[in-house]
């Protein structure tokens, strides 16, 4: 059973940097789609960065330049946050789609607050 292992999450200042981090646990096989998603309060979810296995890389407009998507060998994705800004706060979700199935982390909650 494909398990998805997030961390990474917590509070930092504006302008501060966080190194999220997730891994699809279980996975036999390559993942070939894994993506970062964020939902703040009152907000509807919406993808932040995403990446494939062959390394194509897609990010949000209001994150392009500041964050990086970036994945492992072992089935391991992260995203380098930098420049944080209060409107990043939110909850981190990691995503991926895997032999035809969806599946969804736990969620790791970034502050970003003076």
């Known amino acids: 059973q494909v398990e998805l292992v997030e961390s990474g999450g917590g509070l930092v200042q504006p302008g501060g940097s966080l190194r999220l981090s997730c891994t699809a646990s279980?996975?036999?096989?390559?993942?070939?789609?894994m993506a970062w998603f964020r939902q703040a309060a009152g907000k509807e979810r919406e993808l932040v960065a995403a990446i494939t296995a062959g390394g194509v890389t897609n990010y949000a407009d209001s994150v392009k330049g500041r964050f990086t998507i970036s994945n492992s060998n072992k089935n391991t994705m992260y995203l380098q946050m930098n420049n944080l800004e209060p409107e990043d706060t939110a909850v981190y979700y990691c995503?991926?789609?895997?032999?035809?199935?969806?599946?969804w982390g736990k969620g790791t909650l970034v502050t970003v607050s003076s």
């Open positions: 995503h991926i789609n895997y032999i035809r199935k969806n599946y």
């Open positions: 279980g996975a036999a096989f390559t993942v070939n789609f």
